[in-house]
């Protein structure tokens, strides 16, 4: 069983900071890590690789520095590594993004991918169903447990307030949530084979066969952010005692009239 998790390296949101002036992130000095759904996800992949056997892929888009979080995924336990790294990919959205994964994703080949629910910088929860749509594939999502049963998968999946059980045939794609499991620490010996394997860097050459050009980056986006910010904080709030009911519905009426609400 060939096992890919998509993986993505984040700021650490608890150490974000805005620019008051340009609502910007502040990103010099935030640290990065494995985003935490991705990394529940890889916990699940190598377990099933421990239970079934197999193999177990990474595949990070992202910058050169995604270095160090894909050495953290190899140092836990994975078998290889991608990094999917290019100017042309700058400025992707969630459906350029998705569309430059689920073509690598072809070409190195599966019988199933994991990715996180959603990323903790961005919580659209959407690159995930967009590779498996792409693919043609089904999908899970929200996934908190997982077995495997012949060539099939076991999903109990989270909604709202029950959960469905559901069996999916593979190939197929698992978003998974990070109470799926509580991932594991990364060995010395891990982390020093971590250091000694080679970490496959595909660019837009790699994938141009399959890749249309119009379809990734700023121009293939139908999506942008212009501007981030921050929640604002509340106007102080007016407290009215002594009031009859009449008297206090009248002066309610009065201040969303003045704050032209009403």
């Given at each position: 069983m060939k096992?890919?998790?998509?993986?993505?390296?984040?700021?650490d949101t608890a150490e974000v900071r805005l620019d008051p002036k340009t609502n910007t992130l502040i990103r010099e000095g935030?640290?990065?890590?494995?985003?935490?759904d991705d990394k529940s996800g890889l916990e699940a992949a190598l377990r099933l690789?421990?239970?079934?056997?197999?193999?177990?892929?990474?595949v990070c888009m992202g910058p050169a520095q995604a270095d160090?979080?894909?050495?953290e995924a190899l140092a836990m336990g994975a078998d290889d590594a991608y990094l999917l790294s290019a100017r042309e990919f700058g400025g992707s959205d969630t459906y350029a993004t998705a569309t430059?994964?689920?073509?690598?994703?072809?070409?190195i080949g599966f019988d199933l991918v994991i990715t996180g629910r959603q990323a903790i910088d961005g919580d659209t929860a959407q690159v995930g169903p967009q590779i498996a749509?792409?693919?043609?594939?089904?999908?899970?999502s929200y996934a908190e447990e997982l077995r495997l049963d012949g060539n099939s998968l076991i999903v109990k999946r989270q909604f709202e307030d029950q959960a469905h059980i559901l069996k999916v045939k593979m190939p197929?794609?698992?978003?998974?949530?990070?109470e799926l499991n509580e991932a594991r620490y990364m060995s010395v010996a891990g982390i020093e084979e971590a250091y000694d394997k080679e970490i496959k860097i595909w660019g837009f050459d790699d994938l141009k066969d399959d890749l249309n050009p119009d379809w990734i980056g700023l121009k293939g986006s139908p999506t942008n952010v212009f501007k981030s910010f921050g929640k604002q904080p509340k106007a102080a709030s007016c407290v009215m005692e002594g009031l009859s009911a009449e008297e206090a519905v009248s002066e309610i009426m009065k201040k969303l009239i003045e704050r032209h609400i009403i």
């Open positions: 096992i890919i998790v998509c993986m993505k390296q984040v700021p935030v640290p990065s890590i494995i985003n935490h690789r421990e239970q079934h056997g197999g193999t177990v892929t990474v160090v979080a894909i050495r430059i994964i689920a073509t690598a994703l072809k070409k749509e792409q693919l043609g594939i089904p999908q899970v197929c794609l698992i978003t998974a949530l990070t």
